[in-house]
């Protein structure tokens, strides 16, 4: 079992937890973080350009002109796609970029992802993340007491109270917060550092303690 130290939000160091080595120390496959990456972003793609084949555009119904005795190359419509204003030829369409990748390879690629934030020692455990108030300023000094200034991210579970931890840090930048449920491979790799409650872990541990 890996061990970390757990903090209050005033950054005084206050317990520790035990985690699984399969999910927070296992060794960094960083083909399986690339393919499920890989995958996440062309997900995002939407997809939606096109162009117009020589069969859509308006207009060339008409040879431009007779097929013999101009001395011109044979022509049967203005709207080829070598004349401007014809189609496109091999143009986008609309499509979806999405593929798979397999559910074992996505699962041991956010492990490594988790595994990479404790190596690099850019992963934080917090009691809980419970505000008295909704208020931005408090947040502000919970970021100065861990000189958190980079991009961070917020781990929490979905039964925690952490609603008016959220109300008070959207509006900082470089500042996010996500559930356990949501966890996934980009997000954590795209914040500098991450932050996880101790039941945000313990939800993330069960799940992904097997393959």
């Not at 939407?46 to 117009?52: M, N, R, S």
């Not at 500042?175 to 795209?190: E, R």
Request: hydrophobic share 40%; aromatic share 10%.
């Amino acid at each position: 079992m890996a061990k970390f130290d757990t903090y209050d939000l005033s950054a005084n160091k206050v317990g520790s937890i035990e985690l699984a080595d399969h999910v927070f120390a296992t060794e960094v496959n960083n083909q399986a973080i690339f393919d499920t990456v890989l995958r996440q972003r062309a997900a995002w793609r939407q997809g939606t350009h096109d162009t117009k084949t020589r069969s859509e555009v308006s207009g060339g119904g008409k040879k431009p002109y007779s097929q013999k005795g101009t001395g011109n190359a044979r022509q049967g419509s203005i709207r080829a796609t070598q004349f401007r204003g014809g189609g496109i030829a091999f143009g986008p369409t609309p499509r979806s970029y999405s593929f798979k990748v397999n559910r074992k390879i996505r699962r041991l690629a956010l492990r490594s992802a988790l595994s990479l934030k404790a190596n690099t020692e850019n992963l934080w455990f917090l009691e809980d993340l419970k505000l008295a108030d909704p208020k931005t300023k408090a947040f502000v000094k919970v970021m100065e007491s861990f000189k958190f200034a980079s991009k961070t991210l917020f781990v929490v579970d979905t039964f925690e109270d952490h609603e008016n931890a959220y109300l008070a840090m959207r509006n900082l930048p470089n500042v996010a917060l996500i559930t356990a449920d949501s966890i996934n491979v980009y997000d954590v790799l795209d914040a500098d550092v991450l932050v996880m409650t101790k039941g945000a872990a313990k939800k993330v541990e069960e799940v992904y303690d097997h393959d």
